[in-house]
């Protein structure tokens, strides 16, 4: 492969030398020095085809459990890993909420309230774009959102604002020979991420394909409600491939989308000015509008939120599915993956080799849907 | 100082010029004004609701708002075609019709710009694309050199004419060294603001009706038949409605001007037909859906059908000069080469863009009343915002306005 590239190419980092398994502390490229004699061979990935499905099972068993001991809202805000200094950071933000609701759950004269209700829709208002923010100030709009939040509805969110992690690169693989067409991911998304209720906003579209007829999408049906898995038929989902070069953030006047460092293509709710050209320009069919005021009942609202993820949005702006950030960047698998009955979804890090992710990549015969179209999904699909 | 009293005195003198005229012109006036009212009614409604209230959904996000303001992209850069001549080949002949024309774009571009506001999610953050405060995506969307674009194009479109119309207002002659330059400038720029526009969507390769590289070309080839089309038939009102002197030559180069864009745009469309029918692909699958629609739905039928014979007929009566010299037949021609245009390149470019859709489904679109009132008051705003410019600078090239009552120049009543 060339340096130059006539279009764009996902780097996997595959290619990458590794700093420590071409050279070694003599500072010699090419055998020699005599250390390298000890190491074994690579011979690929360890798993096995029969590994990878006791894992996958594994997996779902997993999940199944930790559904039965659901960690309640306390342990969620509280069992978290964080450095001192984010420690601190965080308790400080929480004191000053906290000092702040106290005072006004105190405070005789309701007008302190309309005051800083106003003086918080002001700052979100005039504030800048969130790409370009400083630590600081991410983290004082989302203290504004939470504050904001409990000013209204008199209940408490979490929201984060988690950055990437380096040497992470987040990627998703669909078993179709697994798919049975039960939507629970489907479900599993508009309840984790709040999306709008009134309309059915939903992110991934499961398209039913009659056998023998090959991918047939113009055919297919992707609003069925009949059961499943229906005789002589197959199923294919579809979301946000988080591409790694996206027509979407391309096109988007404002910077108000795009590409993060571990490979998620977020949006600023705040800064979208709602043109819908990214729409325009995705060849997926995976982005949504929010053609009125999205509407979540308040007993449904999912509090533990991310800033750039499923935090609740307003009217005339952009959504995706964003492999579920607030989840996937504390370690989890995002919401589809794990609401999953079948196995069909994986996800995880590409940039591990020991990933499942990885395995299947190496493994099975996988493909992407319109890869002449040069925009690298991070989504591949694959059957048993 | 003197300038600035002078300036002064012109705003004054034309807004009480505005302000009166014929029980026509304030009929008329008061029409524009209703409509403007019922189309800002109804933007309230959209502003309270969200766009959920027009036709619009996820499958076909862009409508009506998009197809008028592509098409009066088309219409503001045809005011090139009599600027050309007029000031850089010294054509004489064009020097009434030119301030008419660049009022035209003004009012086009007025219009275009209220088009993308109505069409935006969030209209209270669009500061967030002004550059220095917000940020601007520049030079990789394609929206963003538009708004530039668009932007400048009002602006040279603006200074020109009141640059002039100021020194004949004082009754001075307009130095061609100042203006000729900036001419020369919204000549290059008319074309930019209409191959930029065809650019936003030829960009996509999501979407392949649009992903052809016709499709800048054939913007062009419409834009300077429709444009002038419309020029001709404001020059016949205006030659009706007041006295301001319009020589048949003139009307006669316009439709000149007309008939050749027309033909050009008639062998594109040809070729476009071509391309997507002899050897048809997946992606001739938007044109299928135009012409003779997908899985029986048909919407955009009745609109194709009417656009392609009007086209072809304007086309080939404008071609004979007999016809053409005729003048009824000559405005009866831009009419229905004006209504074919604006379906073929609004409704008809860009809904079918969305059908069928990435994944092949399809999802018609129709708009709602709200949308049609919205665009209805657009176009009424444009069309009072034209007879206000138009009514001012016929004032002051006829001598009704002057400041401090100098006489008429010569020159002009040449």
Request: proline share 4%; glycine share 8%.
């Given at each position: 492969m060339g340096d130059k590239k006539k279009w764009f190419q996902l780097d996997l980092g595959l290619n990458k030398k590794q700093p420590n398994a071409g050279t070694c502390g003599c500072?010699?490229?090419?055998?020699?020095?005599?250390?390298?004699?000890?190491?074994?061979?690579?011979?690929?990935?360890?798993?096995?085809?029969?590994?990878?499905?006791?894992?996958?099972?594994?997996?779902?068993?997993?999940?199944?459990?930790?559904?039965?001991?659901?960690?309640?809202?306390?342990?969620?805000?509280?069992?978290?890993?964080?450095?001192?200094?984010?420690?601190?950071?965080?308790?400080?933000?929480?004191?000053?909420?906290?000092?702040?609701?106290?005072?006004?759950?105190?405070?005789?004269?309701?007008?302190?309230?309309?005051?800083?209700?106003?003086?918080?829709?002001?700052?979100?208002?005039?504030?800048?774009?969130?790409?370009?923010?400083?630590?600081?100030?991410?983290?004082?709009?989302v203290d504004r959102l939470v504050r904001s939040y409990q000013l209204r509805k008199k209940e408490n969110i979490k929201m984060t604002a988690t950055d990437a992690s380096k040497d992470v690169l987040f990627g998703y693989a669909f078993n179709i020979s697994k798919c049975q067409g039960y939507m629970d991911c489907v479900s599993a998304c508009v309840k984790e991420n709040n999306q709008d209720r009134n309309s059915e906003m939903q992110y991934i579209r499961i398209h039913e394909m009659k056998d023998g007829e090959g991918f047939k999408f113009n055919e297919a049906d992707d609003n069925y409600y009949h059961e499943v898995p229906a005789e002589g038929h197959f199923y294919m989902g579809t979301q946000c491939f988080h591409c790694d070069n996206p027509p979407c953030v391309e096109v988007c006047p404002v910077e108000a989308t795009w590409r993060e460092e571990d490979g998620l293509v977020v949006i600023d709710y705040d800064w979208c000015i709602g043109c819908r050209y990214c729409m325009a320009a995705c060849p997926y069919d995976g982005r949504r509008f929010n053609w009125s005021k999205p509407e979540?009942?308040?007993?449904?609202?999912?509090?533990?939120?991310?800033?750039?993820?499923?935090?609740?949005?307003?009217?005339?702006?952009?959504?995706?599915?964003?492999?579920?950030?607030?989840?996937?960047?504390?370690?989890?698998?995002?919401?589809?993956?794990?609401?999953?009955?079948?196995?069909?979804?994986?996800?995880?890090?590409?940039?591990d080799p020991d990933s499942t992710i990885r395995w299947v990549l190496e493994n099975k015969q996988v493909f992407r849907l319109k890869e002449d179209l040069g925009t690298e999904p991070k989504f591949w699909y694959f059957m048993d | 100082m003197e300038t600035v009293r002078a300036f002064r005195s012109m705003v004054k003198d034309s807004l009480g010029y505005i302000t009166h005229g014929s029980k026509t012109y304030h009929i008329w006036m008061i029409f524009l004004?209703?409509?403007?009212?019922?189309g800002m009614y109804c933007y309230s409604i959209q502003l309270d609701e969200g766009l959920s209230v027009t036709g619009m959904n996820d499958r076909v996000s862009w409508g009506l708002y998009i197809s008028n303001f592509t098409f009066l992209v088309g219409v503001a850069a045809a005011a090139v075609m009599l600027v050309m001549p007029t000031y850089v080949l010294k054509d004489i002949d064009f020097k009434q019709a030119v301030l008419i024309g660049e009022g035209l774009a003004v009012?086009?571009?007025?219009?275009?710009?209220?088009?993308?506001?109505?069409?935006?999610?969030?209209?209270?953050?669009?500061?967030?694309?002004?550059?220095?405060?917000?940020?601007?995506?520049?030079?990789?969307?394609?929206?963003?050199?538009?708004?530039?674009?668009?932007?400048?194009?009002?602006?040279?479109?603006?200074?020109?004419?009141?640059?002039?119309?100021?020194?004949?207002?004082?009754?001075?002659?307009?130095?061609?060294?100042?203006?000729v330059p900036g001419s020369i400038l919204s000549v290059l720029w008319a074309v930019g603001i209409h191959l930029v526009t065809a650019f936003l969507y030829e960009g996509l390769q999501a979407r392949p009706f649009w992903n052809n590289a016709l499709l800048g070309p054939r913007f062009l080839a419409s834009a300077f038949a429709a444009g002038p089309a419309l020029i001709i038939?404001?020059?016949?009102?205006?030659?009706?409605?007041?006295?301001?002197?319009?020589?048949?030559?003139?009307?006669?180069?316009?439709?000149?001007?007309?008939?050749?864009?027309?033909?050009?745009?008639?062998?594109?469309?040809?070729?476009?037909?071509?391309?997507?029918?002899?050897?048809?692909?997946?992606?001739?699958?938007?044109?299928?859906?135009?012409?003779?629609?997908?899985?029986?739905?048909?919407?955009?039928?009745?609109?194709?059908?009417?656009?392609?014979?009007?086209?072809?007929?304007?086309?080939?009566?404008?071609?004979?000069?007999?016809?053409?010299?005729?003048?009824?037949?000559?405005?009866?021609?831009?009419?229905?080469?004006?209504?074919?245009?604006?379906?073929?390149?609004?409704?008809?470019?860009?809904?079918?863009?969305?059908?069928?859709?990435?994944?092949?489904?399809?999802?018609?679109?129709?708009?709602?009343?709200?949308?049609?009132?919205?665009?209805?008051?657009?176009?009424?705003?444009?069309?009072?915002?034209?007879?206000?410019l138009a009514k001012t600078s016929i004032g002051i090239e006829l001598g009704k306005l002057r400041y401090k009552k100098k006489k008429v120049l010569e020159s002009e009543t040449a």
């Open positions: 500072g010699k490229t090419s055998g020699g020095c005599g250390s390298h004699a000890a190491e074994p061979p690579k011979t690929g990935h360890a798993i096995s085809s029969a590994e990878f499905d006791a894992a996958v099972e594994q997996e779902l068993t997993q999940e199944t459990m930790v559904g039965q001991t659901r960690k309640d809202g306390f342990q969620q805000v509280f069992d978290v890993k964080m450095d001192r200094r984010s420690a601190f950071r965080k308790l400080t933000a929480s004191l000053l909420v906290g000092a702040g609701a106290v005072h006004t759950s105190c405070s005789v004269t309701a007008g302190e309230e309309t005051k800083e209700k106003a003086q918080l829709d002001w700052e979100e208002q005039f504030k800048g774009n969130y790409k370009l923010m400083t630590e600081e100030e991410k983290q004082a709009t979540v009942p308040e007993e449904e609202v999912n509090k533990n939120q991310h800033y750039l993820g499923n935090r609740l949005r307003k009217k005339g702006v952009m959504e995706k599915c964003t492999f579920c950030v607030q989840r996937s960047r504390s370690g989890k698998d995002p919401a589809c993956v794990e609401a999953c009955p079948t196995g069909a979804r994986i996800f995880g890090n590409l940039l | 004004t209703v409509i403007m009212l019922i009012a086009a571009l007025v219009m275009c710009l209220a088009f993308v506001v109505a069409d935006m999610g969030g209209p209270s953050v669009l500061w967030h694309m002004i550059p220095g405060i917000g940020v601007f995506n520049f030079p990789n969307s394609m929206l963003a050199w538009d708004v530039i674009v668009l932007n400048g194009y009002l602006f040279i479109n603006i200074t020109i004419p009141l640059y002039i119309l100021f020194r004949h207002y004082q009754g001075k002659e307009a130095k061609s060294k100042i203006y038939l404001v020059l016949a009102a205006i030659r009706k409605f007041s006295e301001f002197k319009i020589e048949n030559k003139t009307i006669s180069k316009i439709a000149m001007i007309v008939t050749v864009a027309a033909q050009i745009n008639l062998i594109m469309l040809v070729s476009e037909l071509f391309k997507e029918f002899y050897a048809p692909t997946h992606h001739s699958e938007s044109a299928y859906y135009l012409f003779f629609g997908l899985e029986g739905k048909t919407a955009l039928l009745p609109w194709i059908w009417t656009a392609i014979p009007l086209n072809i007929l304007a086309t080939v009566l404008l071609t004979f000069h007999k016809l053409r010299n005729n003048f009824k037949v000559l405005y009866f021609c831009c009419f229905i080469l004006f209504v074919a245009i604006w379906i073929e390149k609004g409704f008809g470019l860009i809904v079918p863009g969305f059908i069928p859709g990435p994944y092949g489904k399809i999802a018609e679109y129709t708009p709602t009343w709200i949308e049609i009132w919205v665009t209805l008051g657009i176009w009424a705003m444009g069309a009072f915002v034209f007879t206000m």
